[in-house]
């Protein structure tokens, strides 16, 4: 009786927390908006539900008896595609497309450089925070649409996710085009050891942080995260820390304080999957307070000075565990430094400072 009593008690907080924001609705005029603006948020809605239109495409075509032969050969093509694990199938022009200008102005996103990058090297750029969706990581690095090759030119990014999104048809070819790659162990090598510049963005914080994104606040979950630090040291590639300051503020999240029955949902679902979906909820599309839309935020991703990585001595394969901690407080130092330095400027409406958690 207890423990139903406590599940009711939960379903009735999430439900409260979405019915508190329905009776204040704030309803777009439908009138005096500029054309580009309805673009840009058109740009988002459709990439937000990319993956869903690609699944419908592709299985509403099955009902066509004509295409079978091409579905046959469609899906043997992604059985044996190696592309995702071999450092994807990066388009350029498809990087620069328009639609990619559209998506970072919606927010808007800018991206600011601390220091230039040697392209004869290769680079581990560590991603903060997660947020819900990491939008400020997609439009930074995984497309044109600030400028990323003029402010870092012979710099070749791939951001890297879950394998699991590389089984979907359709939406997989459109992230390989971006230059998106998988997360494993294999993708990250192939790729710092390929030619220079080629280098590899990770999301540090991955599934366990966006469960603790919320406005103004800024919980990374870096203190265990220590693969990343390996990875680049055993392939001699400079860590670059990457703080993006509104990633944050794009979603409100309905409350899972540890312990709670919807905290243990996502915990369970994080451990069964490898990722996790967070209540989350924002705006609509004539809305400007209800609905799965990020908020019109801006986004500002600053790319922190390079942190040179120990050499291992002839014969060690692995670094020591003295120097991947050296290595991550120096990472730590540079990212809390990039905080503190722009803190009064983006993120001035901010609840707390920077935290680095387990």
């Known amino acids: 009786m207890e423990k139903e009593r406590d599940i009711k008690t939960q379903v009735k907080k999430v439900s409260e927390a979405f019915t508190e924001v329905i009776p204040n609705v704030r309803w777009a005029p439908l009138r005096g908006i500029p054309f580009e603006r309805r673009v840009q948020t058109a740009t988002v809605l459709l990439w937000l539900f990319l993956l869903a239109n690609c699944l419908a495409v592709f299985f509403g075509s099955l009902l066509l008896p004509i295409l079978w032969p091409l579905h046959i050969a469609y899906i043997i093509y992604i059985i044996r595609d190696q592309s995702p694990e071999n450092g994807g199938r990066r ?5 620069r497309l328009p639609c990619w200008s559209y998506f970072a102005g919606y927010f808007p996103v800018k991206l600011v450089k601390e220091a230039d990058l040697d392209p004869s090297k290769n680079y581990v750029f560590g991603y903060h925070p997660h947020g819900i969706i990491s939008m400020g990581a997609f439009a930074n690095f995984a497309t044109e649409a600030t400028s990323f090759s003029e402010l870092f030119p012979g710099i070749k990014p791939s951001l890297l996710t879950l394998t699991t999104n590389f089984k979907f048809p359709i939406y997989r070819d459109i992230i390989l085009a971006c230059g ?4 494993s162990r294999d993708s990250c090598e192939s790729i710092l050891s390929s030619d220079p510049g080629r280098s ?3 999301v540090i914080g991955g599934a366990a942080e966006s469960l603790s ?7 990374l979950t870096l203190k265990r995260r220590l693969g990343f630090i ?3 040291i055993r392939h001699e590639a400079d860590l670059v820390p990457t703080f993006s ?4 503020d794009l979603y409100d999240q309905v409350d899972n304080s540890d312990g709670s029955l919807l905290w243990k949902v996502q915990k369970k679902m994080q451990k069964a999957l490898g990722f996790t979906l967070p209540l989350f909820h924002a705006r609509g599309i004539f809305n400007y307070n209800v609905g799965l839309l990020p908020y019109r935020h801006q986004v500002v991703t600053v790319v922190g000075k ?3 990585v120990p050499k291992l001595k002839e014969g060690q394969t692995d670094p020591t565990e003295e120097q991947l901690k050296e290595t991550q407080q120096l990472y730590i130092q540079e990212l809390e430094s990039i905080y503190n330095k722009y803190k009064d400027i983006y993120a001035k409406d901010r ?3 920077l935290r680095i958690v387990n």
Do not use: H, T, Y
């Open 200 to 202: 590899i963005v990770i």
């Open 306 to 308: 390079p942190i040179p």
């Open 213 to 219: 994104a919320r406005p103004g606040m800024a919980d």
């Open 245 to 248: 300051f509104g990633e944050n």
């Open 351 to 353: 609840k707390q400072e």
């Open 91 to 95: 388009s350029e022009w498809f990087r």
């Open 180 to 183: 998106i790659a998988s997360v």
């Open 230 to 232: 390996k990875l680049a």
